[in-house]
């Protein structure tokens, strides 16, 4: 993720809120996400799932934002 920041599509894309979702194909046709913030200058991954559907779930979302907070206090 760090070469050349910032990526972009198709590997990288903004989630809004400083949030951002960085993309990887696995064995099986499988789909794996990295949700990561830029905080204090370092990239800090925030939650890592298989996506089974065509939306980032709202659960995984909320718990990446909610830890994201935490790292900004």
């Known amino acids: 993720m760090q ?3 910032p990526v972009g599509m198709p590997l990288c894309r903004p989630l ?12 099986g046709n499988r789909v794996a996400r990295l949700l990561f ?3 204090d200058g ?7 799932f298989i996506k089974k559907t065509r ?6 979302l909320n718990l990446a934002r909610r ?3 935490e790292f900004e206090r």
Not at 16 to 27: K, N
């Open 3 to 5: 070469f050349r920041w």
């Open 16 to 27: 809004g809120d400083g949030l951002w979702e960085v993309r990887s194909d696995c064995p």
């Open 37 to 39: 913030s830029l905080v």
């Open 42 to 48: 370092r990239i800090v991954v925030l939650h890592g």
């Open 55 to 60: 939306k980032t779930p709202d659960d995984d």
């Open 67 to 69: 830890r994201k907070r």
